[in-house]
């Protein structure tokens, strides 16, 4: 039998988020189901250099994801959520994205409604360094994803409100998700000086790129430390009007069997609200953070 040569990896940039040259590609001419260690190598240098990738076609188990996501580190397990069931029964790394019910139980958390820009869980001190979602069934229209590069928005500061926001600190809150839904077992505050989280650097270096990047979490109850609250709003209000301009985003468009990866450093996403008489079914997973960002 004659050795088969495998086609080349391609990285194909989205080039869609025209204010951000090299946001988002696209890795063709792969299965991570089987993924030599060369192979691996080069997706996660495109993974740095590009921040979201998406991988078409993937007939993945939810054993193969797991495998594929633990080459970039140790996994976080799925997050308490607002209700429903939080992770795959007996794969407490896979937490369940869908507005599903069945037997009057949702099988998973989020719904159907819109999920705002956010940075996923860094409301931890040491929040995760990537996520990644597979998608088993998606709906005819609506609930697409965008992305949006946070070095593009530092990049871009006007230099009066970057001097601004060099030095400050931000507080990320663990409240809500990003779906507006309490988290179970947190007591809201109306005050986000009193509310639960942590103070992060506002502008960090991201620890493999070198690069400096505006780090946001998410805006609701988001506080400024040490401002007065009236203020930190305005100046927050400024910052994330800045930060998630159309021209520093790429949206996708869902298909079955499309695996998305993504920076969870340098990066924010949104989710658009959908049908909820269709059905979504997502599976994600979400790579360990090390260390608390860095200014």
């Known amino acids: 039998m004659s050795n088969m040569v495998l086609p080349p990896i391609q990285i194909v940039p989205t080039s869609a988020a025209s204010d951000a040259p090299g946001f988002g590609a696209e890795v063709r001419g792969i ?70 019910v069945e037997n009057g139980v949702a099988i998973g958390s989020l719904g159907a409604g819109e999920a705002v820009w956010h940075t996923d869980m860094s409301y931890l001190e040491a929040p995760p360094k990537a996520s990644m979602l597979h998608a088993l069934e998606v709906p005819a229209a609506g609930g697409d ?64 790129s070198g690069r400096r990047m505006l780090y946001l979490g998410r805006r609701r109850m988001a506080w400024i430390g040490g401002m007065d609250v009236a203020a930190s709003e305005a100046l927050l209000d400024e ?23 993504w920076d969870n450093r340098c990066t924010m996403h949104r989710r658009d609200p959908f049908d909820a008489a269709a059905r979504r079914i997502m599976h994600r997973t979400q790579i360990s953070g090390s260390a608390p960002p860095a200014g």
């Open 31 to 100: 299965d991570l189901r089987s993924l030599s260690e060369v192979a691996f190598a080069s997706i996660e240098q495109a993974w740095i250099d590009h921040q979201v990738l998406l991988f078409r076609d993937q007939r993945l188990t939810d054993h193969d994801l797991i495998m594929f996501a633990r080459r970039f580190g140790d996994l976080d397990q799925a997050p308490i959520q607002e209700n429903g069931q939080r992770f795959v029964a007996g794969i407490p790394e896979i937490y369940v994205v869908s507005n599903v």
């Open 145 to 208: 994803t965008s992305f949006c590069d946070m070095y593009a928005a530092f990049d871009s500061l006007p230099e009066t409100l970057r001097r601004r926001a060099i030095g400050l600190r931000v507080k990320h809150d663990g409240t809500y998700n990003s779906g507006g839904y309490l988290r179970q077992g947190v007591i809201p505050s109306d005050d986000p000086r009193d509310a639960p989280g942590r103070l992060h650097p506002l502008v960090c270096t991201h620890p493999e």
């Open 239 to 261: 910052i994330w009007a800045h930060a998630t301009q159309a021209a520093f985003t790429w949206t996708h468009r869902w298909r079955v069997g499309d695996l998305v990866l």
